[in-house]
């Protein structure tokens, strides 16, 4: 199974750390956070990646180059990095996807084998890794369950969401077709600033399946901020992620 990993985003969320670096090589602790992520993938027998490249993607390639040169990894570009959203930075690779189940991943996202494992084999197509014990309100993807199943997904507060949607998932072919349908009809009005998750959200409320796999007591961090940031580097240099 592939997986593809966005990593075209400025990131200026995380301020200062940014500046001269992208976000996916921001150190936590020890090493990058793509390094947690390509040594994960790596440990459960995935192999063959692809990265949507941008700000500062040459400094990725050259990393990982030195570093990842036993992986098969196949780089894109969104040269429109600064003007453009996820949404854009998928479409650079979805030739490369085809037709295939694939793991989705956002460059700001840490995580265990163990989680990635439990993603890969669970039942379910389409699977989005979620957390129930983080604060909800503010713009997160909110996400109302019911059973194993999402019911909404939303950017805004809804009383009944009951976790967040991470940047870790499992996709299948429906989720493919939709998503590219949706994303070429933005494109097609010019519009390149949509959010991929975005377009889950519009797929969810067409009734296309997808499930959750609760990741609230597994090892699952998103770097968004300075606030993650300090939250993350904290957590890893007190306890390896395993």
């Known amino acids: 199974m592939k997986t593809l990993i966005l990593a075209a985003g400025l990131g200026s969320r ?8 992208p976000k996916a090589l921001v150190r936590i602790h020890d090493k990058p956070i ?3 992520q390509l040594d994960a993938l790596s440990a459960c027998g995935m192999k063959d990646i692809g990265i ?4 500062q993607g040459e400094m990725i390639k050259e990393y990982i180059e030195q570093n ?3 992986l098969h990894t196949t780089f894109f570009w969104n040269h429109d990095y600064a003007s453009s959203n996820s949404s854009y930075s ?12 694939y793991i989705h991943l956002n460059c700001d996202i840490l995580f265990s084998p163990t989680l990635l494992q439990k993603l890969l084999k669970h039942r379910h197509e389409n699977v ?6 983080v604060s909800l309100g503010g713009r997160l993807e909110h996400v109302v369950v019911k059973g194993e199943q999402i019911q ?15 940047g870790l998932a ?8 939709i998503l590219q349908k949706l994303i070429a009809t933005y494109l097609a009005q010019g519009d390149k600033n949509q959010n991929y998750f975005g377009m889950i959200r519009h797929a969810i409320h067409q009734k296309i399946p997808y499930y959750v796999l609760d990741a609230t007591h597994e090892e699952l961090f998103e770097v968004n901020t300075l606030e993650d940031y300090k939250k993350v580097e904290e957590y890893v240099a007190h306890k390896k992620l395993c």
């Open 14 to 21: 995380l301020q200062h750390k940014t500046q001269h670096s």
């Open 34 to 36: 793509l390094a947690y």
């Open 52 to 55: 949507v490249l941008g700000y």
């Open 68 to 70: 990842y040169s036993f």
């Open 90 to 101: 998928f479409w650079m690779a979805k030739d490369w996807i085809a037709d295939e189940s």
């Open 128 to 133: 989005i890794a979620i957390k129930r014990d």
């Open 152 to 166: 909404k997904m939303s950017i805004e507060y809804d009383p009944q969401a009951t976790g967040k949607a991470f």
């Open 170 to 177: 499992k996709l299948g072919t429906l989720s493919h077709v």
